[in-house]
């Protein structure tokens, strides 16, 4: 079964202060790995997926088949990164769909 | 972005009343589901449905019915609304393939009193 956690419900760190969001999944196949985020008053809306090994907005997120994690990082965080953040794993086979963790919410401080 | 728009975006019920969620796109997606939202919980899977022609239950599929009147319509009922029913409703749209993402919707916010 699909299964994805994320421990923290809520981080808070400083303006500057690196980030990491944790995300750990359960799948026995080849996932795919993604981090939506949802700002507030706006919709939920994709940040990165690891298939494209993009950095978006400063955020990073490296898949390690091995402990089956895929940490959200960032060196320096910002004030409007604070949001509400979804790691979401889509399976290989056809038909699969997207399941979500939690959530964690990020505050970052000034 | 008002590619995947859902209405009402509030409603407040009763327990017992059957109440619609209407949700609508434009961005041409053969893919739509129906996610809620709880603190804590994340969003949870109810429906999706690949075609016209394709209803599947998702993970929390009791209580709630669906109707896909178009390819661009995917409705969401609640038949006999229920306080724990009480939640944010997402509707999305995607498209297979390896790039693909989902594309949500603003939201709805149901309150079952």
């Known amino acids: 079964a699909q299964r994805v956690t994320q421990p923290e419900k809520l981080l808070s760190v400083f303006k500057g202060a690196p980030v990491e969001l944790k995300c750990n999944y359960s799948?026995?196949?080849?996932?795919?790995l993604f981090w939506y985020v949802q700002y507030s008053r706006q919709r939920l809306q994709l940040l990165l997926r690891?298939?494209s090994r993009e950095s978006i907005k400063g955020f990073t997120a490296d898949l390690n088949k091995g402990e089956t994690s895929f940490h959200l990082k960032k060196p320096f965080a910002q004030e409007e990164d604070s949001a509400m953040y979804y790691c979401?794993?889509?399976?290989?086979?056809?038909?699969?769909?997207?399941?979500f963790g939690p959530g964690t919410r990020l505050s970052v401080l000034p | 972005d008002a590619d995947v728009t859902q209405t009402p975006r509030n409603r407040i019920t009763k327990t017992g009343k059957r109440i619609m969620l209407e949700c609508s796109q434009t961005?041409?997606?053969?893919?739509m589901y129906w996610y809620r939202q709880d603190p804590g919980l994340g969003l949870r899977l109810i429906y999706y449905?690949?075609?016209?022609?394709?209803?599947n239950k998702g993970e929390i599929s009791d209580g709630y019915s669906v109707s896909r009147q178009a390819q661009a319509k995917f409705s969401l009922s609640l038949e006999s609304a229920i306080p724990n029913q009480t939640a944010l409703y997402f509707c999305a749209t995607g498209s297979p393939g390896a790039l693909s993402e989902q594309f949500f919707g603003p939201g709805t916010r149901l309150t079952v009193l």
């Open positions: 979401a794993l889509r399976g290989d086979n056809y038909g699969q769909n997207f399941v």
């Open positions: 690891h298939i």
């Open positions: 799948y026995s196949g080849s996932p795919e």
């Open positions: 961005k041409g997606h053969d893919r």
């Open positions: 449905s690949f075609d016209v022609k394709d209803i």
